[in-house]
């Protein structure tokens, strides 16, 4: 069975600080991973996706996440935050021949003070 | 522009009342999920649909059921509330798998946090 573990439920920095959130998943077979983020009183929105070639994926907002197949993660970075990025943060996986369930993270609350 | 819909933002109910929750999306897309949203565990998937008619369950079913009648409209059923279903509820909608197996973006709706009192 697959598992995503988000190891801080919360992350708190400064705007224009870097920030990284990090994921790491367990699978026995390849996988194809999310994220997603919440922004308050909203529902989720696709923030970027890994699903085969170059390992670096990017979003157009000035997120990027690297997928390390050796160490099973792809954490999510970025190298200076603003405020309207304060959010919750969903890493999730899926399988090629079932994609159509997403299994989900616990979540990272991201709180970005001025 | 993509767009889901839920019936409602918030909900307050009795326990053992029957609650429907109602999601719309107007992209003509196959596929559609309820999950449940609590703090500390993520979203969970209570049940999802692939087609009209057609159901199957997710990791969390017990004490909810779905109906799909018509291809927009997929209805969360709650038989009788209890507390514990005191939660945010999202809905979902994706197109069909295409043939090269790449996933689709699922798009959710805003949710609704239902209450239980």
């Known amino acids: 069975a697959q598992s995503v573990t988000q190891l801080d439920s919360q992350v708190p920095v400064f705007e224009e600080a870097p920030v990284e959130l990090r994921c790491n998943y367990s699978?026995?077979?390849?996988?194809?991973l999310f994220w997603y983020v919440q922004y308050p009183n909203q529902g989720l929105q696709l923030l970027l996706k890994?699903?085969?070639?170059?390992?670096l994926v990017e979003s157009i907002n000035g997120f990027e996440a690297e997928f390390n197949k050796s160490q099973t993660s792809f954490h999510l970075r970025k190298p200076s935050v603003h405020i309207s990025d304060t959010a919750e943060y969903f890493c999730?996986?899926?399988?090629?021949?079932?994609?159509?369930?997403?299994?989900f993270g616990t979540g990272t609350r991201l709180q970005v003070f001025p | 522009d993509v767009k889901v819909t839920q019936s409602s933002r918030y909900l307050v109910k009795r326990t053992g009342e029957k609650v429907f929750l109602e999601c719309v999306q107007d992209?003509?897309?196959?596929?559609m999920f309820w999950y449940r949203q609590d703090p500390g565990l993520g979203l969970r998937l209570i049940y999802f649909?692939?087609?009209?008619?057609?159901?199957e369950k997710g990791d969390i079913p017990e004490g909810y059921s779905v109906s799909r009648e018509k291809k927009e409209r997929f209805s969360l059923i709650l038989e009788s509330a209890s507390t514990n279903q005191t939660s945010m509820y999202l809905c979902?909608?994706?197109?069909?798998?295409?043939?090269?197996?790449?996933?689709?973006?699922?798009?959710f709706g805003p949710g609704t946090r239902l209450t239980v009192l």
């Open positions: 992209m003509d897309h196959e596929n």
């Open positions: 890994y699903l085969s070639g170059s390992t």
């Open positions: 999730a996986v899926s399988l090629p021949y079932n994609t159509d369930k997403l299994i």
């Open positions: 699978s026995s077979v390849s996988v194809y």
């Open positions: 979902a909608s994706s197109p069909t798998r295409g043939l090269a197996g790449g996933t689709d973006t699922q798009y």
């Open positions: 649909s692939y087609d009209v008619k057609m159901k």
